[in-house]
């Protein structure tokens, strides 16, 4: 089970993000990853490998952690990072997504 | 370009099978390093993952939907199936299917289809 705090964070743009993601049991860092999904699109892959931005995200897109607690940071928000985000896991041939952080505009 | 598109009923009906087909360009489903996953999101709720299929017909299916759900791929239509039997309307939701990396140490979705949307109505 991974848990994801808080559920929803209201910041300004330019203001530091820092989403939580914890899993009830160990989880190898290489198999940990964060997504985003803006209303009315597609969940899109920021994070792979835990720290391991994907192609075309921005650097100030960064992720960290091990075992059970990783950590998604966006440096300073722009307009566009509002969205809601989603850790997720895979163990045992099986995939789980935590209930997602809403960014929301303060 | 990598892209994948989902197709199939938008209105499915309670106890009726529901089927999904996601056709994929830009890649191959024999590539031994990548598959597909079948990813919904229920209104209001979050993401959960349904099953996936690789090149070699391994497939792994969500433990509480396992016995409703079958996946299969048609390498030479590029084409990746799910049906879900017994529908009800908690399965109402966007469906998506994604394109899944794998590798030693590595495994995720790194692009998705647009969803289409299905609602469980009688």
């Known amino acids: 089970v991974l848990t994801q705090s808080p559920g929803t964070l209201s910041l300004s743009p330019g203001e530091r993000a820092t989403l939580s993601c914890r899993a009830s049991?160990?989880?190898?860092?290489?198999?940990l990853a964060w997504y985003q999904q803006t209303p009315g699109q597609a969940p899109r892959l920021v994070i792979h490998g835990a720290s391991t931005r994907a192609t075309g995200i921005p650097d100030r897109f960064s992720g960290s952690g091990s075992g059970t607690d990783f950590t998604l940071t966006i440096s300073r928000l722009e307009p566009e990072d509002f969205a809601v985000y989603y850790c997720q896991q895979y163990a045992t041939s099986r995939f789980t997504f935590g209930p997602g952080t809403k960014v929301e505009i303060k | 370009q990598v892209t994948l598109k989902e197709s199939g009923p938008v209105l499915g009906r309670p106890t009726e099978t529901l089927t999904l087909t996601c056709t994929v360009s830009?890649?191959?489903?024999?590539?031994?390093?990548?598959?597909v996953g079948w990813i919904r999101r229920p209104p209001g709720k979050a993401l959960e993952w349904l099953a996936h299929?690789?090149?070699?017909?391994?497939?792994s299916y969500s433990t509480s939907l396992k016995s409703r759900l079958t996946i299969s791929k048609d390498t030479s239509k590029s084409q990746v199936v799910l049906s879900m039997t017994n529908m009800d309307p908690v399965d109402t939701g966007t469906y998506y299917c994604?394109?899944?990396?794998?590798?030693?140490?590595?495994?995720?979705?790194?692009?998705w289809g647009q969803g289409t949307p299905v609602t469980v109505s009688s």
């Open positions: 994604a394109r899944l990396l794998r590798g030693i140490g590595y495994y995720y979705f790194d692009c």
């Open positions: 830009g890649f191959s489903l024999s590539n031994p390093r990548m598959g």
């Open positions: 049991h160990g989880v190898s860092s290489s198999f």
């Open positions: 299929i690789f090149s070699n017909d391994e497939k």
